[in-house]
């Protein structure tokens, strides 16, 4: 469901300004309102995505990024945040692997849809459509995962050697 929001004044609204309005949504012109967060000013060993900062983070075509689609009340997901925060400190000196997190319910990317919570998404260097994470949910599990599919990870950059994958 797309949301278009009228982006002039209410005080100068006018037939003219409206019919301007409705001819760009009809040309395909306006674009779509899409919910988002204030963007971060600081970040942590996991990366705080929102619907702004989406795009230039998990398309990043230098960076495997693993994503944690999340809903704040969600019991699966606040028992799966201790683990997410380890394993984006076991990858924080690695700076060619992302591991964020998304609040799929205060936030908007068009064209991404997640049906349940939490969702995992990888997004490799070279396959930014993503995959989904199915395996178990538990730090070695994320790890050998990343072993199999991140070349960046395999390549034991920063902290998180390949011994210790």
Known sequence: ???????GSLDSLSVESIKTYIDEFKAGTLRPHLKSEAEPTTQGPVTVIVGTTWESIVLDKSKDVLVKYYAPWCGHCKSLAPVWEELGA?????????????????????????????TLKFY?????AGIDYEGDR????????????????????GKVAQDEL
Do not use: C, Q, W
């Open 1 to 7: 469901m797309r949301k278009f929001v009228y982006g």
């Open 90 to 118: 076991a990858f924080a000196d690695n700076d060619d692997v992302v591991i964020a997190k998304f609040d799929a319910t205060a936030n908007e990317v068009a064209g991404l849809s997640i049906r349940g919570y939490p």
């Open 138 to 157: 538990d730090l070695e599990s994320f790890k050998s995962f990343l072993k199999e599919h991140s070349s960046a990870a395999r390549s034991g950059a």
């Open 124 to 128: 490799s260097k070279d396959n930014k």
